[in-house]
């Protein structure tokens, strides 16, 4: 099996997770997270919309990662992002993880608001 190395252009990728933690670039950020291509930033939570609102124009989608298991999207939040134009994909913290990673490899307008495992 040959392997190859994965780059990010014009992006930090997500290289872990724990236990109330993201490890982001080599650096551990405590609780939740907001991450796009260019900034890593501390997130309120599934409750906190303004800062996935103000994402409107500069993302195509944001990967929502509801923690250890896959969650519904709150119904508050779905309609701000759906008002702003925001296409999000709700599922398990891990797998946004993943989703954010290999998309962010392809350069896409992307972002991840995640809560921890």
């Known amino acids: 099996m ?13 290289d872990g ?4 933690f ?3 670039g080599g650096e551990v950020h405590e609780g939740a997270v907001l991450l796009t291509p260019e900034t890593t930033s501390r997130w309120g939570g599934l409750e906190d ?20 298991e896959m969650k519904p999207v709150p119904a508050d939040l779905r309609a701000a992002l759906d008002k702003a134009g925001i296409g999000i994909e709700p599922m398990a913290s891990p797998a946004a993880c993943r989703t954010y990673n290999v998309l962010l490899s392809e350069g896409r307008r992307i ?6 495992v």
């Open 2 to 14: 040959q392997l190859n190395d994965v780059s990010y252009p014009g992006g930090v990728p997500i």
């Open 17 to 20: 997770y724990g236990p109330g």
């Open 22 to 24: 993201f490890r982001i």
């Open 49 to 68: 919309t303004a800062p996935l609102v103000a994402l409107a124009g500069d993302i195509d989608v944001l990967f929502l990662g509801t923690g250890p």
């Open 111 to 116: 972002a991840a608001a995640l809560v921890p």
